[in-house]
């Protein structure tokens, strides 16, 4: 049995770069997410926070550098790749849910597509995720009949059916009315507390202090600041941080 202290990070990028045309959205970016840690990442519109965390299931490919799930490189295409996504969960800040499936279809699809779950076996498991984000009794229900909180709350339970072993979490609740905001937030506070590793981008400074690890500061597309939650809230080390901190808190 090896020990936790040999197991690579969940999530490691070395060196990774992105450009989208002339613009340097990710510059020179190395993060290290241990297994178990839950990392928020903060910072001002447009630094890089939401490519960065697509860069890791590849849905935005990157210029250079490496990024590595569970020690494995990330690969460039085919199975090799459906296999990791099926390893990432994502959540986004649109649900993605499809339409004209109900609830329990959705959170049931890719298991049996994907893992080759049984029927009755991704049923009894979906039911089980449903239940713990709340929404049991929607299951029957098409997305467009729950509220933006309760298709979230889905496109969490969706995600966890492939029993992933990371979630990615492309802020979650900016498409939310502010009541539903906490439903969603709670449902990831409550998964933060069973251990699941989670990459999370949110403006959500609440939760970042609740449940966060980690917090980690992006402007410009350069990570500024890692820190404890309490350090970076209460004694900020760069000028971005405390003008963003500024900006955010006293609002």
């Known amino acids: 049995m090896t020990t936790t202290t040999s197991a690579p990070p969940m999530i490691r990028a070395t060196g990774v770069n992105k450009f989208f045309g002339e613009l340097h959205v990710l ?19 447009g630094s890089g926070k939401s490519t960065l965390c697509r860069a890791i299931n590849r849905l935005e490919p990157i210029s250079s550098g490496e990024i590595a799930v569970d020690g494995k490189p990330l690969p460039a295409e085919g199975k090799a ?4 996504r099926a390893d990432v969960g994502m959540v986004f800040q649109s649900f993605n849910l499809f ?14 597509k994907v893992r080759k779950v ?5 049923r009894k ?8 984000v709340g929404i049991a009794n929607q299951a029957e229900k098409y997305p ?16 966890l059916a492939m029993r992933p072993k990371v979630m990615l979490f492309d802020e979650p609740t900016s498409a939310l009315d502010p009541e539903m ?13 069973e251990g699941m590793t989670m990459l999370v981008v949110t403006h959500e400074m609440g939760f970042a202090r609740r ?11 350069e990570i500024v600041e890692d820190a404890a939650p309490d350090e970076f809230f209460t004694a900020p080390k760069s000028e971005r941080a405390k003008d963003f901190l500024g900006k955010i808190l006293t609002h």
Do not use: C, W, Y
């Open 27 to 45: 510059k020179d970016i190395n993060l290290e997410v241990p297994r178990g840690q839950v990392v928020v990442v903060l910072g001002p519109s």
């Open 81 to 84: 790749l459906a296999a990791l």
């Open 99 to 112: 339409a004209h499936k109900t609830i329990l279809e959705n959170v049931t699809l890719a298991p049996q």
């Open 118 to 122: 049984p029927a009755e076996e991704a």
């Open 125 to 132: 498991t979906a039911t089980e995720l449903l239940e713990r």
């Open 144 to 159: 467009a009949q729950l509220s933006g909180g309760q298709q979230q709350r889905a496109a969490i339970a969706r995600a």
């Open 181 to 193: 905001v906490q439903e969603v937030l709670d449902t990831m506070t409550g998964l933060a507390a």
């Open 211 to 221: 449940a966060a690890d980690r917090v980690v500061f992006m402007a410009d597309g």
